[in-house]
């Protein structure tokens, strides 16, 4: 059971948009950034989004983020097949000192 | 470019201790953490604790409490996780990543190891 909560599963066809839910605390995404990870199988994770919705160098625009008060959504737009992999939010958790990750999403592409 | 490089495969019995090196590159070492994440087959992401490679301090998730150890050589730019007391629930893929700060701003992990797989089995 994750600290962090995302729906298993997400799908949507290309060129849609879809949006991950990450819910959290009071002790965690409500005190803390937000940071977005993107994994395909067999490979390691990818940064995505951190601080809540900046995008590292890279990161096409179609990729967004947000945050409001213990909640955080990931936005995909523009939908390409090459987007089909686990996507996690993670954060700090102030109130026991550790770093928590959703339990992740699938985005399947139909 | 920054890169983290981990060492590679390991197979250990059970009850036995295995370390996992990272090693770091393109980037001043000592200027960043690094995290430990593992995951299990089909399963998510599990942080397991962060070391700050200047000071060599940690903080470990309560899961790993009294069987994780995180050291770092800063002479050759390297971080190790070390696990003891192994059970085929240890079996994962072990990834390292830098740990960054921004000032005011987030925590976040930014460069990822390519991962190394431990198997725990008789």
């Known amino acids: 059971q994750s600290v962090l909560t995302q729906p298993p599963s997400v799908s949507a066809a290309p060129g849609q948009r879809v949006t991950i839910s990450c819910s959290g605390s009071?002790?965690?995404?409500?005190?803390?950034?937000v940071s977005w990870y993107h994994q395909v199988p067999g490979a390691a994770p990818k940064l995505l989004i951190y601080?809540?919705?900046q995008r590292p160098s890279g990161i096409p625009d179609r990729f967004s983020g947000s945050k409001s008060g213990t909640s955080a959504t990931l936005g995909i737009t523009g939908l390409q097949p090459g987007d089909e992999a686990d996507y996690y939010c993670?954060?700090?958790?102030?109130?026991?000192?550790?770093?928590?990750f959703g339990g992740g999403t699938k985005l399947t592409i139909l | 470019q920054v890169q983290l490089v981990q060492s590679g495969a390991e197979v250990r019995e059970p009850g036995a201790s295995v370390k996992v090196s990272c090693k770091g590159s393109?980037?001043?070492?000592?200027?960043?953490?690094v995290n430990w994440v593992r995951q299990a087959t089909g399963q998510g992401l599990e942080w397991m604790g962060w070391?700050?490679?200047?000071?060599?301090?940690?903080g470990y998730a309560q899961n790993f409490q009294g069987r994780v150890t995180m050291t770092r050589d800063t002479s050759i730019s390297t971080a190790y996780m070390e696990l003891s007391s192994l059970t085929s629930d240890d079996t994962a893929v072990y990834f390292c990543?830098?740990?960054?700060?921004?000032?005011?701003?987030?925590?976040?992990?930014?460069?990822w190891g390519k991962g190394t797989t431990v198997t725990v089995s008789s």
């Open positions: 601080d809540n919705n």
């Open positions: 070391m700050n490679t200047h000071s060599g301090n940690t």
């Open positions: 990543a830098r740990g960054l700060q921004d000032l005011g701003r987030g925590y976040y992990m930014d460069v």
């Open positions: 009071s002790s965690t995404i409500g005190k803390n950034y």
């Open positions: 993670g954060t700090w958790d102030s109130s026991l000192s550790v770093w928590v």
């Open positions: 393109g980037y001043t070492f000592t200027s960043d953490d």
